[in-house]
């Protein structure tokens, strides 16, 4: 989160420094096409959270690429960063569909029919579709960022303008840490899983051990108390 606000902080105080520079273009100005540039970038960043703030980064891929069709000014659709734009678009439109009919929609299993089955549960293909289509959207996300700030911005810019070096080495910073926490989880995960499957293990088999030992001496008792009397 820290980081996250660094970022938009950065990038405010851009904002607010090509306020303070001449209207005119050339080297070392920013222009008002590079001010829609900054806030097309701002708003095309990525959210954490996954349900609730699903919605919320839909509402912002739309102002992100609303600002990155105003500051083409026509030109939308003759590159490639534009392409994949509507392409990010319409996958991001898609997913949140893809969430809540894969929630609410439940292929029958043993545990989920009301009549009885012998089979095993079975995946849900429209949740699997959703995982596939969000790490999708991830990678292209990423591929996105990285064209604009290394190839569209300077090629958009009327001022000759290109990307802070500080925006540049945050970004890379913010992914090095997202591959880092996306392996650390996986990782994390499988080896919690294989804990439960051992001790679920040694718990069964210890089960099946007292239920072997208890009886005998359950039998052993019962004869002797016979003998007593």
């Given at each position: 989160m820290l980081s996250r606000a660094l970022?938009?902080?950065?990038?405010?105080?851009?904002?607010?420094?090509?306020e303070g520079e001449e209207p005119e273009s050339g080297p070392g100005h920013w222009s008002r096409n590079d001010k829609i540039l900054i806030a097309h970038a701002v708003f095309a960043r990525g959210f954490p959270g996954h349900a609730a703030l699903n919605g919320l980064s839909v509402v912002f891929i739309i102002i992100a690429f609303a600002l990155g069709v105003t500051v083409v000014e026509g030109e939308f659709g003759q590159d490639f960063h534009h392409s994949l734009g509507l392409a990010l678009l319409v996958l991001f439109l898609v997913q949140p569909?893809?969430?809540?009919?894969?929630?609410?929609?439940?292929?029958?299993?043993?545990?989920?029919?009301?009549?009885?089955?012998?089979?095993?549960?079975?995946?849900?293909?429209?949740?699997?579709?959703?995982?596939?289509?969000?790490?999708?959207?991830?990678?292209?996300?990423?591929?996105?960022?990285?064209?604009?700030?290394?190839?569209?911005?300077?090629?958009?810019?009327?001022?000759?303008?290109?990307?802070?070096?500080?925006?540049?080495?945050?970004?890379?910073?913010?992914?090095?840490l997202f591959?880092?926490?996306?392996?650390?989880?996986?990782?994390?995960?499988?080896?919690?899983?294989?804990?439960?499957?051992g001790r679920a293990s040694l718990s069964s088999a210890a089960s099946s051990n007292n239920a072997l030992v208890g009886t005998p001496k359950n039998a052993g008792a019962r004869d002797m108390s016979s003998a007593n009397v």
């Open positions: 970022l938009v902080s950065t990038l405010a105080a851009v904002v607010r420094a090509a569909l893809l969430g809540l009919a894969g929630h609410f929609w439940a292929r029958p299993s043993p545990l989920t029919s009301a009549a009885p089955s012998w089979g095993l549960p079975r995946p849900n293909p429209i949740r699997i579709l959703h995982i596939l289509l969000g790490l999708t959207i991830v990678g292209l996300g990423y591929t996105q960022v990285i064209n604009g700030l290394y190839i569209e911005w300077p090629n958009k810019s009327e001022a000759a303008t290109e990307t802070p070096l500080a925006v540049k080495i945050i970004f890379w910073i913010l992914f090095a591959i880092v926490a996306y392996v650390g989880t996986w990782i994390a995960q499988a080896i919690r899983g294989r804990g439960r499957e």
